[in-house]
């Protein structure tokens, strides 16, 4: 398995921004990380108030790709504000980047995020994870490749887990019983080759099939409310966090 480089601690503080958070996205989180892995960073920055309230706005998204050491980084950091928007517009993405257990910083901004995420959970997460994984089905297809094998398992079990529990759970090892007997297979096959070809399975496109259907049963019968609740708390504490900016 893929080891986190010791030094990622290091990354936050060199950022022009300072960081509410940053955690670890992608294979690591996922719980199939290769021995070539990439890392993916995933965080917010706070705009200060003079680069928000005036005529010249600051960077809402910042995109870096790296080498360090021989490990290709990837960073991506949303200012406060757009990570809101995109918590309450039923963003599957941010959420597990928020609720990452993989934290590399973290501040009271974030603890209050964390907090306030049972509030923008909705049944309309659903639409996120189908979506995802028709997609990454589509390119499976294509590329008879693992990892979109991999990740079309993934965001079903993950989907269908939240819908069924309220609980978003990012790592597919830990949502075996949702898929078929032989996804410890694949996750092992993917440990040792970024980019390998899957593996003959039979019924593979049943099982998608079954997984997807077993999703949209869990949309439909979720408890999980219509819209989300957080929005007020949200944008208070934005501003409260846009005023505290150095």
Known sequence: MSVLPGWLSEIPGEQPYPLVFATVSGAHLY??????SDVDLRGVHVLPVEEVAGLRHGPETLER????DGVEMDLVTHDLA???????????????????????????????LVALAPGCLTRHHAHHYL????TQWGLFLKTMELKPLLYTFRVLATGTHLMRT??????LTR???????????????KRDAEHGR??????????????????????DASALPERAAAEHALHDLVVQARLAAP
């Open 65 to 68: 790709t790296w080498t360090r």
């Open 31 to 36: 719980g199939f990380p290769s021995v070539d």
């Open 166 to 171: 309220g609980e978003l759970e990012a790592d």
């Open 198 to 219: 899957s593996p003959s399975v039979l019924r593979v496109e049943a099982d998608v099939e079954r997984m997807t259907a077993a999703l949209e049963e869990a949309r």
């Open 131 to 134: 979506g995802f994984a028709r």
């Open 82 to 112: 757009k990570f809101c928007r995109l918590l309450l517009g039923r963003n599957g993405y941010v959420l597990e980047q928020l609720l990452s257990p993989l934290v590399v910083a973290s501040s009271a901004v974030h603890e209050e």
């Open 175 to 189: 949502l075996y019983a949702y898929g078929p007997a032989y996804l410890p297979e694949l996750v092992a096959l």
